[in-house]
């Protein structure tokens, strides 16, 4: 079982940033592909940003493209998401996600989700 636990959300004004984070409970952490999700008030579960094992190659939404930044550390066996330049519509819970199918960045490319997911931190955006 992989424990997922994420920290850093918060309430920050339009125009903002917020940096969160997830700590992973097992070294296999660092052979996994692994994901940012978010869920707003009301709307769908949505994906927001993807990474590979290495780190090399990352995949975003249209939505936050060029404003979030995913990025991980394996040693420390930690996932980050950088979010500038946040809006209002950025207010959600937003979930680590890791273990697809493959563990690969493709499963994300292809809308696949893994199985493991954490607890979720709030970030909301005000106007």
């Known amino acids: 079982q992989v424990q997922l636990v994420e920290s850093g959300g918060g309430l920050v004004q339009a125009g903002g940033s917020l940096r969160l984070s997830c700590v992973a409970s097992?070294?296999?952490?660092?052979?996994?592909?692994m994901g940012w999700f978010r869920r707003a008030p009301g709307k769908e579960r949505e994906f927001v940003a993807a990474?590979?094992?290495?780190?090399?190659?990352?995949y975003y939404a249209d939505s936050v493209k060029d404003r979030f930044t995913i990025s991980r550390d394996n040693v420390k066996s930690t996932l980050s998401l950088e979010m500038n330049n946040l809006k209002p519509e950025d207010t959600a819970v937003y979930y680590c996600?890791?273990?697809?199918?493959?563990?690969?960045?493709?499963?994300?490319?292809?809308?696949?989700?893994?199985?493991?997911w954490g607890q979720g931190t709030q970030v909301t955006v005000s106007s």
């Open positions: 996600n890791s273990g697809t199918r493959s563990s690969r960045l493709q499963d994300y490319r292809n809308g696949g989700v893994g199985r493991y």
């Open positions: 990474i590979s094992w290495n780190g090399e190659a990352t």
């Open positions: 097992r070294r296999t952490f660092s052979t996994w592909a």
